[in-house]
């Protein structure tokens, strides 16, 4: 049975190679000094790596801890640093490192006979320091290189159907009959948690169509539905949006759709009269995601939703 290897991963900041940097073992922390930040990688196992990185001029909430349930304090650390400016930490009988090259700040993780077992994506890495509320927040996405042959499993429990979620696109809410967990495990043997209490998005969407409602196709149905003060008769309301999309080249797509609510009644969207995504039921959650392939060109995009009174 092949032995999976866990990397515990925080938010970490993209590094710059302006200068270079300091190292420091710190109780059971590696605190790696960058010209923005300190990179902080701690051993939890001999098969789990976690990695932190708190931005120059920012203070990080001290938030309950309720992932880790050890103290990796029992952990004895092994620490070093080349002239090419790469640092390797692991525990001392590990079967995982981390390399970090403080040149570019890019991160690898390798086996106990230096196979790597997975890279970051070269300058993938960014944070937007912004507002939540009252509240600071921090935005932050990463990116990590797959094989072609890889299969990725987990983000929790969706209705969309996928298990192989490679390139799949993914909002990580939690409603009801929708379980997000932000983990996900390889057949190539490691499995990443992205350690983030806050919204997170798997495989972000960079394009972005706003569609045009049309009128109601006049149709209406009435229905028995459970909610929280018990069961409740519900009138809900047929809707029909539309728009178009521009794809430069042909290849597969990930399209996700966000309906606008908390909770959906009706997913319905189709490309060019195919149906990509048909879904019905009380408790939809507000997104749903498929891919398809789209050929290089304009095409035509229609949903169909619904609203309840």
């Not at 120059?56 to 050890?70: F, H, K, R, S």
């Not at 430069?248 to 995504?277: C, F, N, P, W």
Request: glycine share 8%; with cysteine.
């Amino acid at each position: 049975m092949k032995k999976v290897c866990y990397l515990l991963l925080l938010a970490v900041l993209s590094l710059s190679a302006c200068q270079k940097a300091t190292v420091k073992i710190d109780d059971y922390k590696v605190l790696i000094g960058m010209s923005d930040g300190t990179l902080i990688v701690t051993p939890m196992a001999d098969d789990a790596i976690r990695v932190q990185f708190i931005p120059d001029g920012i203070e990080l909430p001290q938030l309950e801890n309720l992932i880790y349930t050890e103290n990796p304090a029992h952990q004895s650390i092994s620490c070093s640093q080349n002239l090419r400016g790469l640092v390797y930490v692991s525990s001392t009988e590990s079967n995982l490192r981390a390399v970090v090259n403080t040149r570019n700040g890019k991160i690898k993780f390798k086996d106990s006979q230096g196979n790597v077992i997975l890279s970051e994506s070269a300058r993938s890495r960014s944070v937007v320091v912004g507002k939540t509320g009252d509240f600071n927040s921090l935005a932050v996405s990463q990116s990590f290189v797959t094989a072609p042959d890889e299969f990725l499993f987990g983000t929790g429990q969706f209705q969309d159907g996928y298990l192989n979620i490679r390139g799949l696109t993914r909002r990580l809410t939690q409603v009801n009959t929708q379980i997000s967990i932000p983990m996900i495990i390889s057949n190539k043997g490691y499995g990443i948690l992205w350690n983030n209490y806050g919204l997170t998005e798997f495989n972000p969407s960079d394009y972005v169509v706003e569609l045009e409602q049309g009128g109601s196709d006049g149709t209406s149905v009435t229905v028995n539905a459970t909610g929280t003060a018990g069961n409740v008769r519900e009138r809900r309301f047929f809707n029909d949006f539309s728009g178009e999309i521009e794809v430069k080249e042909s290849g597969d797509y990930s399209i996700l759709l966000d309906v606008g609510q908390s909770m959906a009644r009706k997913h319905l969207l189709t490309i060019d009269g195919d149906t990509i995504i048909n879904a019905n039921n009380t408790w939809l959650p507000p997104t749903s995601s498929a891919i398809t392939h789209l050929d290089k060109g304009t095409h035509k995009v229609f949903v169909s939703g619904s609203r309840t009174r």
